[in-house]
């Protein structure tokens, strides 16, 4: 169907926009935008077509180029605005910064409009025009060069305010062509899969430009740098999964990518290879000289394409990321079969390549132990034909040089050479380093004994490194003495023999394991050099440490899944027994050594061996002894030490949570959602808390008075500590709660304060803070005073932001808790050990704890992950509770866990809320049309799993009598009745009634109830919706801030009291009153309520404040909320209260 108008009809996007005369001016002003933006073809394609062309070419942006000068330039957009980031306060901010580099441009007028075109799409449009100073030919130039750039970045900037963050912090990248495709590559790879990619490739893009050399860029397509970009940002998510699941273990991602590279008279075919690394710790390095070398066991004669490397790794981020290109130095390309044997085989070698590094030491050299070596060695020269005796000893190493102390006393004879002149013949690159010469004593009172004190330095050439860029010291020696060797001919070494003893002994070994050796290196040297005791290393029979290292091998490949999981293996034959055990926790081998040093027996005929193996431990034992009964009496002590260590793991109280999103801080004062308030109960300790018959029971008050009129309480504290050891005293409760109540201390949650006297009034600047009534009598002793009784008051003080602060910490680290578990203090059961990377915590016992008798659990670790990731270490008994309060449920969770406790708890109730301050629900008759049109049955039924629906906003247990098991029915006349009223009142028609905009929760359950609520309400009043999906780090602040029509979201009662909910909609200044409703007959009621002391009159008062609720309906109740979380049947005493807070105090871990 063609188009019958010359240009789309447009409806401005505002209030009573139809029929309006005084806006037709800015209607025309939209016309006139798309005239300049719209190619003449456009108007000829179908609604259709037109649809299909906005979504390939949008952002559009047209100019004409200037001819004069200085002079104001027109630009003309047309986009579709995202539903998170205003384009109005966008594009002016784009213009200014990033049009013109290294300058702010000038904005000499500016006009928008905010549309739609009914005809082609129900989307929103946005048109600008805005005249900008041109100032010279060469400003011009830079602008028209630029504006096509711009236009991508605007494009990209309204998808997202991660993205806007971004492009407004790098204002000094640079401009170029390749830039902008390859933002536009990332911008349809996120839209085409949103499901594997999001806004955060945005910024591996932005660290990659700002890193990369632009000669990188320079000579490489923009696909091929789109595809590294992508691979890193695929890496990083593969690494922090694999890390959640097992954090012990050294994970490695890479990727091969054939490319060419661009230059003016040619193209050259290379092999990119990226890379991402875990490491271990901040001495570990890993860079381009790692990954060739690792490269060059497969291809010997490959290389590094010059200008190729890149690498990042973020601040105290241990994933690394590297990129380079490698060739064959002969020019030709590198072969299918060496890149299929390195996809198989190079992982591994480049495990073994990352390299330990070690602070240097302060040594003085020991000067007495010097002179003592010299005579020892001076005493061994009895005849003049006697061999020089030397001693060699490792003093340091440097960054490419090695240090060796060489004691050297010789008898001096005729044609003796000085040693200076002696090492100057070698032809080895070496340095020698004179000390000090001296005579010693003589032979027959004729030839005298000469002793020098020399360092000999050598490089660290790639004979004497292993694979992981260690020095090999046995080799690095045997290089020095042959150097001495071929200086001073035939020389004695000391404690040489031990020496070469070992190395013929490791040598036989390795040979006789072959290429296996040779992809085990570093591993076999490890078992070899680890041989205990000493002499072992000399002396062990090679057929021995073949069936011992074959063990090893056999064990490596075990996988090891719990924390108490063990391999072992026994071999006897007739005069040895061979033990190896694998182990994630090397504590067996104290357990082992337990028992085998109460048998002297035993330990004097064992060598043993142990190797840290990816995040394992591999212990192997060889036992000597001919008799059958010893040996049998061997494998029963190996067997029972082991069966000790199982016992102690698993009577190890470890208890493992997975968060959906860290808490955005580890002080109490910041958050108040159910996620991080479940965190800092842990680490912190109020006055009260909820126990598990569901009272509130004292913490760390020890007794709290009451006055009779009820609005005086009295708490008396018990002796308690921080975990610093310094006391709590009362005034950190003062001193917490006043900076809560500061006027600017911003949280939503401040109302659960005002219950105190003037805490409000202080909130808003009206008083001062001394005023609040709270105070700290004295360092046991802290008084409250309210504005009314509030029977609910000591059940808010459970509640974690109700924590005290330490003061005195404060004053002299304002930054404590981002500091770091140095600085960090608490007072509740746990305490912050460490921050875990890639992110998490790591709790402990804590032991200044005032109640720490009741706590059983030795440590608590808290991961982030998603929810896919979570449910998979759920499944492998890598967590012990999975669901609410950590992350959303989702229905797979209880998917193949039988046996395991599902915990429902029924306190939250889904809103549909209205913002009753912006049109058109400032409107009683409006709101309630639009409760009455919607059938609650069949909008809960759009679920596999139906809730059951709501009559009244408060949560089920707390619903009045007048409304229970009432579920209201649609009355679509009364609803029509009401909507028309409505419109007259307004002076709309259905015509005329605009777009409505549902915001809800980005979640597959929230989508589908608020496209149902649309489709209700379109069908019974005609009037168009626009549903917009946000996550809740974005919905909940758009939501307290104001800026929507309708909201769908999901309210919880922290308490067990319906006040709780009834207080929300008190005072429209409120934050947390998302619905921005007031009534003074409300606060009437629930002011008489609050100074009720007659529990049965208080009530009635509540439920005649929930009546008049459900008729003015700032928010329309949609359906009850299972709260819902899955718990390992392992776990005991974790209980959850009325209001689903859980607690971890007094949790174990019962043994299955």
């Known amino acids: 169907m063609k188009k019958e108008f010359a240009s789309p009809t447009l409806e401005l996007h505002l209030p009573f926009a139809e029929g309006a005369t005084a806006l037709s001016g800015h209607l025309e002003k939209g016309k006139e935008i798309l005239q300049e933006t719209l190619p003449k073809e456009f108007f000829d394609l179908s609604f259709e077509e037109s649809n299909q062309w906005f979504s390939s070419n949008l952002p559009i942006v047209k100019w004409e180029e200037p001819k004069d000068f200085p002079t104001s330039l027109s630009l003309y957009f047309l986009c579709s605005p995202s539903q998170e980031v205003k384009a109005d306060k966008v594009l002016p901010e784009l213009i200014r910064k990033w049009l013109i580099p290294e300058k702010e441009v000038q904005i000499l007028g500016l006009e928008n409009v ?27 130039r830079t602008i028209v060069s630029n504006l096509p750039l711009l236009s991508t970045e605007f494009g990209l900037s309204l998808s997202s305010s991660l993205y806007l963050e971004r492009v407004l912090d790098t204002k000094a990248l640079s401009f170029d062509q390749k830039s902008a495709l390859i933002q536009n590559y990332l911008r349809k790879l996120i839209f085409r899969m949103p499901k594997y990619f999001d806004i955060e490739i945005f910024r591996e893009m932005s660290t990659f430009f700002a890193l990369a050399k632009p000669e990188f860029r320079k000579f490489r397509n923009p696909k091929h740098v789109t595809k590294l970009i992508i691979s890193h940002y695929l890496m990083r998510k593969k690494l922090l999964h694999e890390y959640s699941i097992a954090p012990e273990k050294r994970h490695l991602e ?46 010997p004669d490959a290389q590094v394409v010059k200008g190729s490397y890149y690498y990042y790794s973020a601040n105290q981020d241990l994933i690394k990321y590297l990129y380079l290109e490698i060739e064959k130095k002969d020019g030709s390309l590198i072969t299918p079969r060496e890149v299929e044997m390195m996809r198989s085989e190079l992982e591994e070698e480049l495990k073994k390549r990352v390299e330990k590094l070690i602070p240097s030491v302060f040594m003085i050299r020991n000067e007495e132990e010097v002179m003592r070596n010299v005579l020892l060695l001076s005493q061994e020269l009895k005849q003049t034909a006697d061999l020089p005796q030397v001693m060699v000893n490792f003093d340091k190493q440097e960054a490419d040089q090695l240090y060796f102390t060489v004691l050297l006393v010789r008898v001096l004879n005729k044609g003796s050479l000085p040693l200076e002149k002696a090492f100057q013949s070698i032809d080895q690159p070496f340095i020698f380093i004179p000390d000090r010469v001296q ?49 001073l001919g035939e020389i004695r070494d000391y404690n040489g023999g031990m020496i070469v003893k070992q190395g013929e002994l490791f040598s036989q070994l390795k040979d006789a394991f072959g290429r296996v050796a040779t992809r085990n290196q570093e591993l076999l040297e490890n078992f070899f050099f680890g041989l205990n005791p000493i002499e072992a290393q000399a002396t062990t029979r090679l057929k021995s440490l073949e069936t011992l290292f074959s063990l090893l091998l056999e064990a490596k490949e075990k996988v090891l899944v719990k924390r108490e999981s063990y391999f072992k293996k026994i071999v006897k034959t007739k005069d040895f027994v061979y033990v190896i055990i694998r182990s994630k926790d090397r504590s067996i081998e104290t357990v082992l050594n337990e028992g085998i040093n109460k048998i002297e027996s035993f330990s004097n005929t064992l060598v043993h061996t142990q190797v840290n193996h990816q995040g394992t431990f591999l212990l192997g034992l060889i036992y000597e002894s001919s008799s059958s009964e010893s040996q049998n009496k061997f494998q029963a002590l190996v067997e029972k030490a082991i069966e000790k260590w199982v016992k102690k793991m698993v009577s190890q109280q470890v208890l493992r949570l ?51 009129e009820q609005t005086r309480y009295t708490f008396t504290l018990k002796k308690s500590y921080w975990s610093d050891g310094t006391p709590l005293v009362a005034y950190d409760f003062e001193y917490a709660w006043k900076k809560i109540l500061s006027p600017s201390f911003y949280t939503p949650f401040v109302y659960f304060f005002y219950p105190i006297k003037h805490a409000k009034a202080a909130k808003e600047g009206r008083i001062e803070l001394d005023q609040v009534g709270v105070k700290a009598l004295d360092d046991q002793t802290l008084i409250v005073e309210l504005e009314t009784p509030t029977p609910e008051f000591l059940e808010l003080t459970a509640h974690a932001l109700y924590s005290p602060v330490h003061h005195k910490l404060e004053a002299l680290h304002p930054n404590w808790a981002q500091s770091g578990e140095e600085v960090y203090v608490c007072n509740g059961p746990f305490k912050l050990k460490r921050h875990l990377i890639p992110g998490g915590y790591e709790l402990a016992k804590n032991p ?41 449920w989702e229905n797979y969770f209880d998917q193949n866990t039988s046996g395991d406790s599902i915990i429902v708890n029924s306190m939250g109730t889904q809103w549909c809320v209205f913002n009753t301050q912006r049109f058109p629900f400032d409107t009683l008759k409006m709101r309630q049309a639009f409760t009455h049109a919607i059938d609650r049955k069949a909008l809960v039924n759009v679920l596999a799993d139906p809730p059951i629906p709501a009559v009244t906003p408060l949560s089920f247990a707390h619903v009045g009598p007048s409304f229970n098991e009432k579920v209201p029915k ?48 379109e069908e019974v009043f005609g009037i168009r919706f626009r549903v917009e999906k946000y996550d809740f780090s974005h919905l ?105 807070n859980v607690d971890f105090k007094e949790a174990y871990i019962a043994p299955e």
């Open 114 to 140: 905010y549309f739609h075109m009914r005809e082609i799409s129900d989307r929103l449009f946005f048109a600008s025009e805005v005249k900008i100073l041109v100032e010279n030919a060469t400003e011009s």
């Open 658 to 708: 997975s968060f959906f999103d860290l808490p955005p801080s580890l002080d109490p004062r910041i958050g108040g959602d159910e996620m991080s308030s479940t965190l800092m109960k842990m680490l912190f300790e109020g006055l009260m808390r909820s126990s598990k018959e569901g009272k509130i029971a004292p913490a760390i008050a020890e007794k709290v008075d009451i006055s009779k």
């Open 254 to 299: 890479f990727r091969f990518s054939r490319t060419k590279l661009h230059f003016p008279f040619g193209e050259k075919p290379v092999l990119g290879l990226s890379i991402a690394v875990g490491l271990t710790d901040s001495y570990e390095l890993f860079d381009e000289r790692h990954v060739i070398g690792a490269v060059q066991e497969f291809v």
């Open 1036 to 1140: 909940f602040p758009k939501i307290t801030n104001g800026e929507f029509q309708l909201a769908t979201i999901i309210w919880k009662s922290w308490i067990n009291n319906p006040v709780y909910t009834l207080n929300v909609f008190q005072y429209r200044t409120d934050r947390i009153n998302f619905s921005k409703w007031e009534h003074p007959e409300y606060q009437k009621l629930l002011g008489a309520a609050k100074r009720e002391t007659n529990r049965e009159k208080q009530f009635t008062l509540f439920w005649e404040a929930e009546k008049l609720l459900v008729e003015e309906c700032p928010v329309l109740p949609l359906n009850y909320e299972d709260f819902k979380s899955l718990k390992k049947k392992s776990l005991k005493d974790a209980f959850c209260s009325d209001a689903f």
């Open 848 to 888: 200044t704890y005032w109640d720490q008798e009741k706590v059983k659990l030795d440590k608590v670790f808290v991961s982030k992950n998603n929810s896919e990731t979570a449910f998979e270490m759920y499944q492998n008994d890598e967590l012990e509770w999975i669901g609410l309060p950590f992350r959303p």
């Open 970 to 1017: 649609r009355d679509r006349e009364l609803a029509c009745r009401l909507f028309e009223d409505a419109l007259r009142e307004l002076g709309l028609t259905r015509k005329s009634f605009p777009v409505i905009t549902l915001c809800c929760p980005a979640s597959s359950a929230r989508e589908m109830i608020a496209e149902e609520l649309a489709r209700q309400w």
């Open 439 to 487: 005579n010693v004593g003589y032979i027959r009172k004729k030839s005298a004994k000469e002793a020098n004190v020399f360092q000999l330095s050598i490089p660290k050439e790639r004979s004497i490194l292993r694979a992981n860029s260690s020095v090999n010291f046995y080799l690095a020696r045997e290089k020095i003495i042959a150097i001495l060797t071929e200086a």
